[in-house]
């Protein structure tokens, strides 16, 4: 039997987490480029509870170790395995100018700098929420990929549990929609963007706080021709959010946007997710952009599930944490779903790790 | 009724397509940036026969023209219209380092030389198998992408009727993989491949005519790490070309690369390969990269449906045709597929139109 099947095996046992033969071999590859374990998440496109699995049983195997400096590194078996196996260290040839994400955000510069100007003073990211805000560069590149597939000019907007990146006001800011709803759970985003909306008079515009586990008013429904979100990876949040989300679109070709992690979800989830989409909800995924979303590492990191279970205690150093980009288009006899949703894993499951 | 209802409705009726409002609306907006049918076609991400009804119901009902150069212009109550609807130009702010793709084919500056030198006495594309090439900057960003994806080293790779763009030579040349199988209909490229692989000494590349509407003998099953292809659009052709490179997938984790258009199929045909990949096949579908593959237009372009079919006689200007690149990764469960397919709608049907 090939070793990584069984090493596979192992850290399935010990994480409780689905990883294949193809994950052991990801990190292997990640190890060879770095030794830091949030960069081996990164370049891995594993969950934290995985990559952490599969770490512990390399060392557990006299595979890795872990220097004084928490660094990860190959033991000489390690080094052996690897060249025997014929694994390579990662590369990545993402285009320096866009950042890999095809749209670079100094498309428009005019607008990247007033949001740089206008959101100096954001609300930080807290953990109640599982927030995380992603980079400037991100909320601008999402407006500009937006207004290049025609969903932006004079559209009606909703963006949902997403506002922690301040797209909706990047949206709002952009002056192109017909109107901007922004709902978010936290009072300090619907108080700064309303507080914004009118200073730049932006009328067509306006805030409101929300806890996306309640359905919907019947006025809510149906009234937009775009939502955005970025919803937490479980199941009950993807259908709070993008099942919510959905429920809003006014009519067939209707669009929605959202960010979806392999790092607080694995490729099983995502099947999961595609599957739910495409057939149940009756929408088509016309775009999957990984690494689209670049995250700013969080404040309370270290206090995450993420951080405990780690297998060095070291903080990232710089963004580890990325997601995809979808973009969805309603078709006709799309579903609108708007039930109500338990507490019960909402942020938090056995693949998330950074609540 | 908002009147992009009904024109939808009558486009429905003259070209026996599926199309929506949203479709009339791309239409009108790409109309506001070129009067050149092909573009439209691009921008509008929608296949010919529904680009090509909807422009012509447009002119049926006095929205539009065609001037004497054979530019589509809206006419003054086309204007009108667009004005009242709020519909903007098509907007582009794709990376030009990287063409949109994220991954510029200049990364590797050698191998793009090389390959260009090694393939500058190419076959030309023919109709008899619905070929087109596509750029020699589009097949080297598919390798370096795979590259980046931990695809391509020590793999064993299949690249099955895709050969009209030379990838499995690029990823021959590359020198990376472990072994590399060309399968194509087509002998004349199946010779170019097989004398260039003799004259570089690439041992572990070989080249095979195959036509893939047969089964695979057992021997060719679960053998590869990664199949890359470019199906023609047909459902038939989708299951031949994807269904059988999974079947020809080693084990869970194995994985898929090909290109899908938005021009020779709809969004509501991509729904259903989505559904099916996700569910019938067992596969998780990890990116979608409009716009990747840029083809040049095929020298035959005159004597198929697309040329029949349009409004106007001028041929393309420059690439109009454009497909997305789609990852696939194949989960525990995947299913192998591989049974006998009929010629029938091998390579057409209602939505494709450019063989």
Not at 29 to 38: I, V
Not at 156 to 182: F, M, N, Q, W, Y
Not at 217 to 236: I, Y
Not at 316 to 334: D, H, M, N, T
Request: hydrophobic share 40%; aromatic share 10%.
């Amino acid at each position: 039997m090939n070793p990584l099947v069984k090493l596979a095996e192992r850290a399935r046992e010990v994480g409780q987490v689905r990883v294949y033969k193809k994950s052991v071999e990801r990190v292997l590859s990640a190890l060879l480029k770095s030794g830091d374990f949030w960069e081996v998440v990164d370049m891995s496109d594993l969950p934290v509870p995985a990559a952490s699995a599969i770490v512990k049983v390399l060392i557990e195997e006299g595979l890795a170790f872990i220097d004084d400096t928490e660094d990860i590194r190959l033991t000489q078996k390690g080094m052996d395995l690897v060249r025997e196996l014929g694994i390579e260290p990662y590369v990545d040839y993402a285009c320096g100018a866009c950042e890999g994400r095809g749209i670079p955000f100094y498309a428009d510069i005019e607008f990247y700098r007033e949001f740089l100007q206008i959101t100096k003073d954001r609300p930080k990211a807290i953990r109640d929420y599982d927030q995380g805000s992603v980079t400037p560069e991100t909320t601008v590149a999402r407006v500009l990929f937006m207004d290049s597939r025609g969903d932006l000019r004079n559209k009606d907007i909703i963006v949902l549990g997403a506002e922690d990146d301040l797209t909706g006001l990047a949206v709002a800011l952009s002056r192109k929609p017909r109107s901007v709803l922004v709902i978010d759970i936290d009072k300090r985003l619907i108080d700064f963007d309303n507080a914004i909306f009118r200073e730049l008079g932006l009328d067509n515009a306006r805030a409101m706080v929300w806890d996306l586990r309640n359905p919907f008013p019947p006025e809510m429904l149906g009234k937009f021709d775009v939502f955005v979100s970025d919803p937490p990876e479980t199941l009950p949040a993807f259908r709070a959010f993008i099942g919510r989300g959905i429920a809003t679109l006014r009519e067939e070709g209707g669009v929605g946007y959202f960010g979806l992690t392999l790092r607080d979800s694995s490729v099983f989830r995502w099947r999961e997710f595609q599957a739910s989409l495409t057939t149940e909800f009756g929408v088509a995924i016309t775009d999957i952009v990984q690494d689209f979303n670049d995250y700013i590492t969080w404040d309370y990191h270290p206090e995450t599930r993420a951080a405990e279970i780690a297998p060095v205690k070291r903080n990232p150093k710089g963004i580890w944490y990325r997601s995809a980009w979808y973009r969805i288009e309603a078709l006709p006899g799309f579903k609108r779903w708007n039930e109500a949703i338990s507490d019960d894993v909402f942020y938090l499951d056995e693949e998330g790790s950074t609540t």
